[in-house]
C-alpha cells in the first residue's frame, strides 16, 4: 500500500507561482510512476504531469499536458521520497484541487489516465486569483 500526501497549495496571483509537494510510503520509490492531476469545480480530473522510469529504467522520463509545457515542471527527490510539481506563470483558470497519484508497477503506459493509478492524495487547493 502507498500514502501519499500533498502539500504546496494556496491563494497565488496571476502570473504567480507555487511548488507542490507529493510525500510517498514506501522503500521502492525510486521504481515508482508518479502523476499529477488536478480536478476544477464541475470539470473532470484532467492529467497534468507524470514523472517516471524510462523503459530501460536508467533514467526517469517527465511528460506534460499540452496546457503547461514551458511553465509547470515536475521533478523527484528519491533521498525523500517526494515528487514536486513547480508551476510558473499560473492562470485563474487553473485554479483547482491538485492530486498527486501513483503506480508502484512497473509496466509501460503513457500514464495520462486516472485509472492508471491506484494510489492518490487527498488533493491540495491551488486558487488562481486575477
Known amino acids: 500500500q502507498v500514502q501519499l500526501v500533498e502539500s504546496g497549495g494556496g491563494l497565488v496571483q496571476a502570473g504567480g507561482s507555487l511548488r507542490l509537494s507529493c510525500a510517498a510510503s514506501g522503500r521502492t520509490f525510486g521504481t515508482y510512476t508518479v502523476g499529477w492531476f488536478r480536478q476544477a469545480p464541475g470539470k473532470d480530473r484532467e492529467f497534468v504531469a507524470v514523472?517516471?522510469?524510462?523503459?530501460?529504467?536508467?533514467?526517469?522520463?517527465?511528460s506534460y499536458a499540452d496546457s503547461v509545457k514551458g511553465r509547470f515542471t515536475i521533478s523527484r527527490d528519491n533521498g525523500n521520497n517526494t515528487v514536486y510539481l513547480q508551476m510558473n506563470s499560473l492562470k485563474p483558470e487553473e485554479t483547482a484541487v491538485y492530486y498527486c497519484a501513483a503506480d508502484d508497477r512497473v509496466r509501460a503506459s503513457v500514464f495520462i489516465r486516472t485509472i492508471e493509478y491506484p494510489y492518490w492524495g487527498q488533493g491540495t487547493q491551488v486558487t488562481v486569483s486575477s
Open positions: 514523472h517516471k522510469r524510462s523503459g530501460s529504467g536508467t533514467y526517469y522520463v517527465a
